[in-house]
């Protein structure tokens, strides 16, 4: 029976959650080594860009100035972090539901209700630049057997994604993991395992400090910026219903937050050319954001200036992720 307009705006396709398939342990192994390929929504664009760039604060000129960004890339360039926004569909479409979401793992069939992401480990390798097609094709590379956790009970999904422009060129790569989970309570067994962070020395080159309040606003603005309609990141009951909190800010989130911190020390001229991503704990509405950041390693490759960089991102709370990003502080070469 077709759906009444009404019936079909009630449901929010920008939510992954729409997307979540329900079955067995075994059903969902069956998953391993699948793959899909989906084109992007709509072409890359400034607008989209340019709310992104807001609500982050991030000045880098590459997202602004079009006459800056195309002497270096012939147009202004999509942020790294938004890698994933441009695969997201709106809201309502009077289509109807799309065929697959944004987040592959969530369509796999696993007896859980919830999920939250853990690691994302991105390599980049051409630009993404405005106006161009994206197709992202992403692969179940593995599912883990049932593991208990401080929040809950659950199976870590792994994801290999590829996305290329409508030349075909590979743009960046992204392998991301993903824990799908029934809340549970938590006992001494199953508490958030403890993370030392290293003794820095006098000597370390240390990168500039930022730091942001995560108020209401700002989660309103993650939302309309990264199109992630996800419900922990705006509805304080369903994120405390996950064992969090409060609402908080996504991965696009965190790594746009870190990508800035890296590029004001390195200047617009640089390359990101990989970013790992590990989520500790949420950073919630009320708290703020700031990272700690410092040079790990300078080296040289194929003549290329290389420099690797740890970024901790953190709350009043503690750490709420590490991050490891490489730069190439020459820029962009066009083949890598």
């Not at 059903?27 to 860009?49: D, L, S």
């Not at 240390?206 to 989660?219: A, D, F, G, M, Q």
Request: overall charge negative.
């Amino acid at each position: 029976m077709q759906k009444t307009r009404g019936e079909i705006m009630s449901t929010n396709y920008a939510n992954p959650m729409t997307y979540v398939a329900k079955g067995s342990i075994e059903e969902a192994m069956e998953w391993v080594g699948r793959e899909m390929t989906i084109e992007a929504p709509y072409a890359v664009n400034e607008a989209q860009i340019a709310y992104y760039a807001a609500m982050l604060e991030d000045p880098n000129e590459n997202y602004w100035d079009e006459a800056a960004a195309k002497k270096r890339y012939g147009a202004i360039i999509s942020p790294s972090g938004m890698f994933q926004t441009w695969i997201i569909p709106t809201p309502w479409r009077p289509g109807g539901r799309p065929e697959h979401g944004p987040v592959y793992a969530l369509e796999v069939p696993l007896p859980c209700e919830t999920l939250i992401n853990v690691t994302t480990d991105s390599a980049y390798h051409a630009p993404i630049l405005v106006g161009d097609r994206l197709t992202f094709t992403d692969r179940i590379e593995s599912i883990s057997p049932l593991k208990r956790t401080a929040v809950g009970e659950g199976y870590f999904v792994t994801t290999d994604t590829v996305c290329r422009n409508q030349d075909g060129v590979s743009l960046a790569t992204n392998t991301n993991v993903i824990y799908r989970y029934d809340t549970v309570p938590a006992n001494d067994d199953t508490a958030a395992p403890s993370f030392e962070r290293p003794v820095v020395g006098a000597d370390v080159e240390k990168l500039p400090e930022i730091s942001l309040p995560i108020t209401l606003s700002k989660l309103v603005m993650n939302a309309a910026a990264t199109r992630d309609y996800f419900p922990g990141h705006h509805d304080r009951e369903y994120a405390q219903g996950q064992g969090v909190g409060d609402a908080y800010h996504n991965t696009m989130y965190l790594q746009g937050f870190v990508d800035r911190a890296g590029y004001e020390w390195a200047g617009p001229d640089a390359w990101l050319v990989r970013r790992q991503l590990r989520m500790l704990e949420p950073a919630c509405r009320g708290d703020t954001m700031r990272t700690d950041g410092r040079v790990v390693e300078r080296r040289e490759e194929n003549g290329r200036r290389l420099v690797d960089v740890d970024i901790d991102v953190l709350t009043e709370h503690g750490i709420a992720a590490t991050t490891q990003l490489t730069f190439d502080l020459d820029g962009w070469n066009g083949s890598k």
